[in-house]
């Protein structure tokens, strides 16, 4: 396995060094690994919660189910994952369970607190966690780990491509001398530039990890330093703002850097931001706000729109003005103005990952997605159409449609 990574990711900088520029055209011929031999991926992060439990999760929807989030544990004798609280525990029991009715599906757990004291300790220390962490996440049945570290410093860099490559080694040991199926590891990229470009060394963590999901969202969230409205995750990039702040550039950005197109995929937001403007007649892209929008309908959220608050402000008048030229749509209602994404920018996405030929799409969240068909357009319509496209809808092949439906409820 370490043998072919290295050979992959070699020839691919050889490649990339003779083409130089990665237009889009090139990027096909640059990807020697595409399709990957288990197709593409749909990445779908999930954390319970009182209106999504984890006995609501289908089985076929998603080809990777990663749990949000556990973390490392450096307060017991060992460097460790910390152990689950009742409720984790019966959640991971209910999802790794979800394999008996689909057997292809990948189910992960995500680590996102706790990365500095265990990453750029001493190699011992490092060795000793991930041993722990491959026991631990085969005690508790997963088949495979998602790094979500935000972020490291850029003292930190080497540390963690480091800290990658023991995960790896030890990851390929243990299958090795247990036989058993090697467990993923996967990890997820910034969605800024700046911080991929201080702390990530995209070429040696591509020779670790299975896959990566670049968190392509929060491109503008109210602020004091950006105070009108934004689009949260356009796929491309609107004219005369920053050139990174979109899906579709940064996942070039990291193709070009060195992963290799069929190990990344483009993370897709559930969710919208949500903006209060200064004036409601002035409800334009770049309008002047005045802070983040008030709690939604749905889902009481400051700030944020989930997928069923957005279909609930349009039932109630909000205007939806959308982009096909930047696969992105706002909406707007008084001095309420929420980017966000609906069935028309999902397809756009989806569609351009399959001809760019990357690796997938992550979404961000499977809990924020619509479950109980509120938008009228069946149980997780937005993840359903990803299915479709990314998945084919193959693995839902010969077996039992999707749980959770209108009907059930
Ligand atoms: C790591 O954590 C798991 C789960 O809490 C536990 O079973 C295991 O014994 C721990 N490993 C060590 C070396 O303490
Ligand atoms: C796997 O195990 C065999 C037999 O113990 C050994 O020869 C081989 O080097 C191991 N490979 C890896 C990648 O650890
Ligand atoms: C936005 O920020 C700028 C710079 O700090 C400030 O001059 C402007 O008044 C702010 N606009 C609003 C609507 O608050």
């Known amino acids: 396995m370490p043998v072919t990574r290295w050979t992959h990711c070699v020839l691919i900088i050889i490649i990339l060094q003779l083409c130089g520029n990665t237009g889009g055209e090139t990027l096909k011929a640059q990807d020697a690994g595409y399709p990957p031999k288990s197709g593409p991926k749909l990445v779908c992060y999930f954390t319970p919660t009182q209106r999504f439990p984890a006995d609501r999760v289908p089985s076929e929807a998603c080809s990777h189910l990663i749990y949000a989030f556990g973390s490392l544990s450096t307060s017991a004798s060992e460097p460790n994952i910390t152990a689950p609280s009742q409720g984790q525990r019966s959640a991971w029991t209910i999802l790794t369970a979800l394999r008996r009715e689909n057997p292809s599906l990948k189910v992960l757990l995500s680590l996102q607190q706790g990365f500095p004291d265990v990453v750029g300790a001493d190699l011992l220390k490092m060795q000793k966690f991930a041993v722990n962490a491959v026991n631990y996440l085969r005690k508790y049945g997963f088949d495979g780990v998602d790094m979500d570290w935000e972020f490291p410093s850029p003292s930190e860099r080497d540390a963690y491509s480091k800290f990658l490559a023991i995960m790896r080694t030890t990851i390929d040991k243990e299958a090795n001398a247990t036989g058993k199926a090697a467990l993923l590891l996967s990890l997820a990229l910034p969605n800024s530039h700046a ?168 979404v961000w969240a499977m809990h924020l997605d619509d479950l109980n068909n509120e938008c009228g357009q069946g149980s997780l319509p937005l993840i359903q159409i990803m299915n479709k496209i990314v998945l084919g809808g193959r693995p839902r092949e010969g077996r039992p449609p999707l749980r959770g439906h209108s009907t059930d409820l």
């Open 195 to 362: 911080i991929a470009e201080r702390s990530y060394d995209i070429p040696a963590i591509a020779s670790s990890v299975d896959f990566a999901t670049a968190m392509t969202y929060d491109f503008h969230v109210y602020s004091k330093g950006d105070n009108v409205t934004g689009y949260n995750s356009p796929l491309f990039t609107p004219g005369g703002d920053y050139p990174f702040y979109s899906a579709s550039a940064m996942v070039l950005y990291y193709i070009k850097r060195g992963m290799p197109a069929h190990m990344l995929m483009m993370g897709i937001p559930t969710y919208g931001r949500s903006w209060t403007l200064a004036r409601p007649d002035y409800h334009f892209l770049g309008a002047p706000a005045l802070g983040k929008g008030p709690p939604s309908p749905v889902t009481h959220l400051k700030g944020v729109y989930t997928y069923p608050d957005a279909c609930a402000a349009l039932k109630k008048g909000a205007v939806s003005v959308p982009s096909t030229s930047l696969g992105a749509v706002y909406l707007y209602q008084g001095t309420t103005w929420v980017a966000y994404d609906d069935s028309n920018t999902v397809t756009a996405k989806c569609k351009w990952v399959m001809k760019e030929q990357v690796g997938g799409v992550g």
